[in-house]
């Protein structure tokens, strides 16, 4: 269905800003913006050269408006998306937190209190109404996930409501299951319907780590959720000779097989494994090797920053006409700076190498000592394929663990800005554009 036509947007305006359209809300002649397109188009604007990007249509030349639409594998697992760009700059920049007990069966440790840390959480997933955490247990010298419990909640929607009262009866930690006592610093990691997989690196201090002199060794564990109280280890771990494993993505390609992917030292290198079957993940699927991405390769889309981050999860995203995106989490300045997210499209079709293209970057805002993406983060697709994303904090606090939540607005932004750091900011309510921003209008 056609939107309707609507003013054109000035344009000198349009060129002034030199700007990223998100939807037809243009005239023919305002920057060769498409007239008649529906509300989930994106035009990439790069001089007289333009493309269109969308879930319907994908990446195509203007005049192919056909719809395309894949019959995912495993579409129970992780709900296709309609149009992921467009789902990602909706989303708001202001996070919601709730907070879960600590309790009996939370770990000893993560209490330092102040960085930098080597116990710490590394990175967080949602499967329902649970809340999973990856935790480097220095203390306990296992790598662990912890598994919470948000009874309070629906397993369907936002698990947020407004402002943090504290933990509801029976939002809590229910188990830790800790795992490879030799490999103990776990990273960030990711779920596949129910299936969850978690990378484990050497364990080495802050300052070794932070200087590169850590074993260059690693494994990557899988664990059923079936039972999702009770993770099981699967039987069967890819041992990684010479790599790191900071981040682990999972998820199936439109041909059936799995698709892993594991980052090494702040994810600047990006190794890519293919199952040999695509049968099931409950015994081992034959993953191999077939390509190594360097951060160097990196593909950028009009509008978008160049901007490579040192991302510490990194969580796979599937569209209804068969591209892959990637959701990366961190914050800048060594977790200092803002908290971003930042999207990717995988070109994963040929057999023995990747290709990635950024193309949209968001700055977002936890309320105060509730996340840190440089600790922990994770992007999650609900069931009825809206997107959410998740951070959390180094460690609890007071017996809390917090985590803020991340979702698409109920109504549109009237605009966003790409700042000179290349992240999206959303315009407000007497609002104005910095000097050196980029335009980007999003209806």
Known sequence: TMAPRRAPLPRALLLAAGGVLVGANC???????????????????????????????????????TPVVVDWPGADAQVPMKDVVKSFMMMSPAGSAFSLTTGRQFPAGY?????????????????????????????????????????SRSDVGPMARGSDSGPKSGDRVVKTVSFDREFWHAGGFSIFGSTLVVGTEAGCSTTDRMLGRCEKASRIFFFDLADPANPSQLPYILERKGGTAGAVALTQEADGRFLLMVGGVDSASLDFYRSSSGASLASDPGFKKFATWDSSALLVSAGASSAYNSYQN??????????????????????LGDDVADLFLLDNSQEDSVTIKKVAGLSLQCPSFTCNFAAG???????????????????????????????????????????????????????????????GVVR
């Open 314 to 335: 990194l969580n796979f995203v599937r569209q209804e006409n068969g591209d892959i995106f990637l959701i990366g989490t961190t914050r800048t300045m060594s977790g």
């Open 111 to 151: 209490s330092r209190g102040y960085p930098p840390y080597s116990e710490h959480f590394q990175g967080v997933q949602r499967y329902g109404k649970y809340i999973y955490v990856s935790g480097s247990g220095e203390t306990a010298s296992q790598a662990q996930i912890i598994v919470c419990e948000v009874e």
């Open 27 to 65: 005239s023919d002649d305002a920057a060769a913006c498409a007239a008649e397109a529906t509300d989930s188009l994106m035009l990439l604007q790069r001089g007289s050269e333009s493309h269109l990007v969308s879930a319907d249509w994908g990446p195509r030349k203007r005049k192919d408006r």
């Open 377 to 439: 983060g994770g992007a999650y697709v609900d069931s009825d394929g809206s997107l959410l994303i998740y951070g959390t904090d180094w460690e609890p606090s007071s017996g809390k663990i917090y985590i803020t939540e991340f979702k698409a607005t109920a109504e549109r932004l009237p605009c966003s800005v790409l700042t000179s750091a290349g992240q999206h900011r959303h315009l407000r309510k007497g609002g104005h554009l910095r000097k050196g921003g980029r335009l």
